[in-house]
């Protein structure tokens, strides 16, 4: 079993619609890192939490420490959304991450 | 602009040749990552570097190599003792604290034939 398991691993929506993309952690971690890899390859940082909830745009993302999950929420999604979305887990200079979740947006 | 860069964006190698991936940042960062990318899996630490003239082996170190001469340079030597060399070499530099954070270049995929 990974150590850091992503749900589902492909996903296709309609432009609009809200997306849920689902990461579940085994490890002991410091933070939890979401990311975007475009179809080029280059992988962005969309957010790094420890707790609560973090929003940026139409982008929010959760984590429940206790139960060792975060998601990742799109609202209004848009076909430039279409990427892979990772999820990391950090502690102790030791990063290790989920295999990825395919987007897809279509309009 | 501040980044970090890879070269090249692919890259193409005959089996049994050592090929070198560059990997450069110029964001005055102290810690630097290679990482490997295969389809369906996750990314895979294979070096890392918190500080110039050191390196630390990570999950999967076997058959590369690198070395840490300048902060701003992290180059990654693929050896013909890595037996499946082909895939997407991402490359990336961390600060905050414990180097959490982590910036990534835009990838290197190699293609041995």
């Known amino acids: 079993k990974n150590e850091v398991e992503q749900s589902p691993q492909n996903l296709t929506a309609q432009e609009g619609e809200f997306i849920t993309i689902n990461c579940s952690y085994s490890v002991g971690i410091s933070a939890l890192h979401w990311l975007q890899q475009h179809p080029g390859g280059g992988i962005v940082s969309l957010f790094m939490?420890?707790?609560g909830k973090k929003k940026h745009g139409r982008l929010i993302a959760t984590i429940n420490i206790q139960e060792k999950h975060s998601s990742l929420h799109i609202t209004a999604s848009h076909p430039r959304d279409s990427a892979v979305y990772i999820c990391a887990a950090y502690n102790n200079n030791d990063m290790r991450f989920g295999a990825g979740t395919r987007l897809t947006v279509k309009p | 602009d501040g980044g970090i860069t890879q070269s090249p964006k692919y890259l193409f190698r005959k089996e049994g040749q050592n090929v070198t991936l560059s990997c450069e940042q110029n964001?005055?960062?102290?810690?630097m990552y290679w990482y490997r990318q295969d389809p369906g899996q996750g990314l895979r630490l294979i070096y890392y570097s918190q500080i110039v003239n050191d390196f630390q082996k990570g999950d999967i170190a076997e058959g590369y190599s690198v070395s840490r001469e300048k902060k701003e340079s992290f180059p990654l030597t693929v050896t013909s003792a890595q037996k499946n060399p082909t895939a997407f070499y991402l490359c990336a530099s961390g600060q905050g604290k414990d180097y959490n954070e982590q910036f990534f270049g835009p990838g290197t995929r190699l293609t041995v034939l």
């Open positions: 964001l005055n960062h102290d810690a």
């Open positions: 939490l420890s707790s």
